[in-house]
């Protein structure tokens, strides 16, 4: 179950950090940012299975398009979940109990390009820091 998403500079959204329950409810005005959190899952989805380019170029073929007010030059995006209990065994040290993806994309001051900055997995244990 996904318990965070985090996200900033990414499209309408510059910073949120929310946690995530067995059950939630997303609710708001209309262009307040709804569709944009629910999209940092699906990015992310697209961007493991698919790579870089498929999971930008479903949104915009304009990168700028993807980053806060059109500004800076890239965003960060994490997920926490809780892994399931059975995968928990497979594990060495049984104790971890999370995991976080982070990444952070951006273009390249060289060449223009879109790249991948920084993107880590990491195990967490115990209660999740937030």
């Known amino acids: 179950m996904i ?7 990414y499209r ?16 708001g ?10 999209d940092v899952v ?6 493991v299975s698919e790579g870089l380019d498929a999971a930008v170029h479903d949104r915009t073929s304009n990168f700028e398009d993807l980053l806060w007010r059109r ?12 892994i399931p209990e059975e995968k928990r065994q497979l594990l060495p040290e049984k104790e971890y109990d999370t995991i976080r993806y982070e990444i952070s994309l ?3 001051p060289a060449t ?3 790249e991948i900055g920084n993107e880590k997995v990491l195990l967490k244990k115990g209660e999740t820091l937030r």
């Open 12 to 27: 309408c959204l510059k910073y949120i950090q929310q946690s995530l329950g067995p059950f939630q409810a997303l609710v």
């Open 71 to 82: 500004s800076g030059n890239g965003f960060e995006l994490a997920i926490e979940a809780s």
């Open 112 to 114: 223009g390009e879109i």
């Open 29 to 38: 005005p209309n262009a307040s940012g709804k569709t944009t959190f629910l």
């Open 42 to 47: 699906a990015f992310l989805g697209k961007l």
């Open 3 to 9: 318990t965070l998403i985090e996200a900033l500079n």
């Open 106 to 108: 951006g273009t390249s």
